[in-house]
């Protein structure tokens, strides 16, 4: 995704073109980036040998996960819909994890029956049901069972999962005792110690201070997991001065820990597989003015992209065609939803910009069109799949008649 002569191109195609012909607002993926992030992260971990598992909930479109697929990973899901989402997909049974604190009675038989890799579980409650239903199906499951380790992620709280006030996973004492419960099991293996922490990290402290929770756990423990799940939650930069994460002290972290712990590792990314894959074109609908800012309001609102709305997360908006000319005034880049918190960002220092003018809101692949809805009664909008010139509609737009 570039400029080429001011004009934005994601691969071979001008955005301007892509909304003329599909119209806005509307998803953009490029293959490219997809490619080379999961490349990227291969190479990286190359010396540990990981299955990498896509969180699908980042992104659970089936054309964006055949290519994934494809590319050699396997699936981290948490909700039937989306293991079937993987199964259609092509993605093999033995490279897909199920996640989740509250999988229904008919999602775990179903994931027995589908004999994927694991079922992580999150109680002492929710083993039990795994048990339950593995002895009426007269089948031996591996599951996972995930650890609270009360680690801070450093990033915002409402994707934060791995400290002690959230719901997620088990505290030591809680996981000590599952694990001694069901050693005598002839229908329950644990075979695998789950971890995740968050979301957006961009620190490998967090990281570091979580395998040394893990390594202290296993000593006491004396227990011999064949995997270790460290979940995903490696972040991404969405604003221009926005820190990296530093993969290579994380990978560090994991090699010293493997020395002491022989164990294949899982990794679930999502963000940093899929997140700078993805772009939303819309369009100026109107230019408001008062006196001290102008109100660029978009086609896009907080029904197709929410994560500013909940987050209060930063998404770059770029115009599709440069020019030199400046804005007079502060302009605040709004939804037509009824909402005040259907807003997306405010520039001080912006070009001049025209009612009908294309932008390009940025780096919307992940937790974009997978967290939409039809709120206001809009429909959702399409998504299309880019390899160099070619443009493949990978979902068509929602028409009223789908929603009414």
């Not at 599909?22 to 992260?41: A, G, V």
């Not at 644990?190 to 402290?205: A, D, R, T």
Request: glycine share 6%.
């Amino acid at each position: 995704m570039q400029y080429i002569n001011n004009k934005f191109y994601i691969e071979k195609k001008n955005v301007k073109s892509l909304a003329e012909k599909f119209n806005t607002p509307l998803y953009c993926y490029s293959f490219k980036n997809l490619k080379t992030n999961i490349q990227n992260f291969k190479k990286t971990f190359k010396s540990i040998s990981p299955l990498i598992c896509f969180s699908v909930k980042s992104n659970s479109n089936v054309y964006l996960l055949k290519e994934i697929k494809k590319l050699g990973l396997g699936a981290d899901v948490v909700s039937k819909g989306e293991l079937l989402a993987s199964l259609k997909a092509g993605i093999s049974r033995n490279k897909i994890v199920f996640s989740g604190v509250g999988k229904t009675e008919e999602e775990i038989e179903y994931a027995i029956r589908k004999n994927i890799l694991l079922i992580n579980s999150e109680s002492l409650s929710e083993v039990l049901k795994i048990e339950e239903i593995a002895k009426k199906e007269n089948k031996l499951v591996n599951i996972g069972l995930r650890l609270n380790p009360d680690t801070d992620a450093k990033t915002l709280k409402q994707i934060s999962t791995g400290k002690s006030e959230n719901k997620f996973g088990v505290d030591e004492k809680t996981f000590i005792k599952i694990i001694n419960l069901m050693k005598k099991s002839k229908f329950i293996r644990i075979k695998c110690l789950s971890v995740h922490i968050g979301s957006q990290i961009l620190n490998h402290k967090p990281y570091e201070k979580m395998l040394g929770v893990l390594d202290k756990l296993l000593k006491r423990l004396k227990y011999k997991f064949d995997i270790i799940d460290l979940g995903g939650g490696m972040g991404i930069s969405y604003e221009k001065n926005n820190r990296k994460l530093n993969y290579n002290e994380y990978k560090k972290s994991i090699i010293k820990f493997r020395r002491k712990h022989n164990c294949k590792i899982i990794f679930e990314p999502g963000r940093s597989i899929i997140g700078n894959v993805g772009i939303i074109i819309t369009k100026v609908i109107y230019l408001k003015h008062n006196k001290s800012k102008t109100f660029v309001i978009l086609d896009v609102a907080m029904n197709d992209l929410i994560r500013p709305a909940l987050y209060n997360a930063k998404h770059r908006i770029i115009p599709s065609i440069k020019n030199n000319s400046m804005s007079k005034k502060i302009l605040e880049f709004v939804g037509p939803i009824c909402e005040t918190t259907d807003k997306f960002l405010t520039e001080k220092k912006y070009q001049s910009i025209k009612e009908n003018d294309i932008m390009i809101v940025c780096d919307t692949g992940a937790y974009g069109y997978s967290l939409s809805s039809n709120y206001n009664l809009r429909v959702k909008p399409a998504e299309v799949l880019i390899k160099g010139n070619k443009v493949q509609i990978i979902r068509k737009r929602q028409k009223i008649a789908d929603i009414i």
